[in-house]
């Protein structure tokens, strides 16, 4: 990945095994990395040859505090997708109820909690969104896993991989991916058979004290959808007022204060 994509992946994760009382010792041995390489890249190829995908999910947070008190934030969300140029995305949590549009030339992030709405130039694809976003401050959630070549993206920084073996989310049978950088460990869990969708992604930052995580469970995936060019159009709601940049703070997974 980036630099600027693997500083983003500090949204991140913590490993089960140390709240279960499983010691490093007791994990099983892992398969070699070509296989982990080998699914990511046809996980990758699936998702870009996808016009148009829909999608919900659950996320959670976590952030440490300098009494290493370790304390977890859940939101969920929703997303519809069509390549090359527009999304339309929700993100409801304890702190913020967002709604991102995109239409090829305008991104537009709503508030609706407070009734406020940002607009960002940004013409080009999702891709170029994704970074518009990432500058400022108001990234969307399991980016990396919606670019149009997620292989060739985040390939480059990976020094360790395995596949794990399999697994189950949300009554799908994965396969079960580790990968390793330098700052943060990331698992992936990818439909098994002949539509790898992503399940599951879990980040942890091992560059931050605690090692918090990132976790985003994928729900009701769907792909070939019908999607009409009117549901990335943003219409300003009533009574609705247009701020700064700056604004985005305030739409944060986080309370403000949070570590």
């Given at each position: 990945m980036?630099n600027?994509r693997?500083r983003n992946?500090n949204?991140?994760?913590?490993?089960?095994?140390?709240?279960?009382?499983?010691?490093?010792?007791?994990?099983?041995?892992?398969?070699a990395?070509?296989?982990?390489?080998?699914l990511?890249?046809?996980?990758?190829?699936?998702?870009?040859?996808q016009?148009?995908?829909?999608?919900?999910f659950?996320?959670?947070?976590?952030?440490?505090t300098?009494?290493?008190?370790?304390?977890?934030?859940?939101?969920s969300?929703t997303?519809?997708?069509?390549?090359?140029?527009k999304?339309?995305?929700?993100?409801?949590?304890?702190?913020?109820?967002?709604?991102?549009?995109?239409?090829?030339?305008?991104a537009t992030?709503?508030?609706?909690?407070?009734?406020?709405?940002?607009?960002?130039?940004a013409?080009?694809?999702?891709?170029?969104l994704?970074?518009?976003l990432r500058d400022?401050?108001?990234?969307?959630?399991?980016?990396?896993?919606?670019?149009?070549?997620v292989?060739d993206t985040?390939?480059?920084?990976?020094?360790?991989?395995k596949?794990?073996?399999?697994?189950?989310?949300?009554?799908?049978?994965?396969?079960?991916?580790?990968?390793?950088?330098?700052?943060?460990d990331?698992?992936?869990?990818?439909k098994?058979?002949?539509t790898?969708?992503?399940c599951?992604l879990?980040i942890?930052s091992?560059a931050?004290?605690?090692a918090?995580?990132?976790?985003?469970v994928?729900?009701?995936?769907k792909?070939g959808?019908?999607?009409?060019d009117?549901a990335?159009?943003?219409?300003a709601?009533?009574g609705?007022?247009?701020v700064?940049?700056d604004?985005?703070?305030n739409?944060?997974?986080?309370p403000?204060?949070?570590?």
């Amino acid at each position: 990945m980036t630099n600027a994509r693997a500083r983003n992946l500090n949204f991140i994760s913590v490993a089960f095994a140390a709240s279960l009382g499983i010691g490093i010792g007791n994990v099983p041995a892992l398969a070699a990395d070509d296989d982990a390489r080998q699914l990511l890249k046809a996980m990758s190829d699936y998702l870009a040859s996808q016009k148009t995908v829909s999608a919900s999910f659950d996320a959670s947070l976590e952030a440490v505090t300098p009494d290493l008190e370790k304390i977890q934030f859940n939101d969920s969300g929703t997303l519809l997708l069509s390549r090359p140029d527009k999304v339309h995305a929700t993100r409801t949590g304890g702190y913020a109820d967002v709604e991102l549009f995109f239409d090829g030339k305008v991104a537009t992030v709503l508030g609706k909690n407070i009734n406020k709405y940002i607009q960002l130039d940004a013409p080009g694809s999702i891709d170029q969104l994704i970074d518009t976003l990432r500058d400022h401050g108001a990234p969307l959630p399991g980016a990396d896993i919606l670019l149009s070549n997620v292989y060739d993206t985040v390939i480059g920084d990976v020094i360790g991989a395995k596949h794990i073996g399999e697994g189950v989310v949300g009554g799908a049978e994965c396969e079960h991916l580790f990968f390793r950088q330098k700052d943060v460990d990331w698992q992936l869990w990818v439909k098994a058979g002949p539509t790898p969708a992503p399940c599951k992604l879990v980040i942890t930052s091992k560059a931050v004290g605690g090692a918090p995580e990132y976790t985003l469970v994928i729900r009701d995936w769907k792909t070939g959808v019908p999607a009409d060019d009117a549901a990335f159009v943003f219409n300003a709601p009533s009574g609705s007022q247009k701020v700064g940049q700056d604004a985005l703070a305030n739409l944060d997974q986080l309370p403000r204060g949070a570590p």
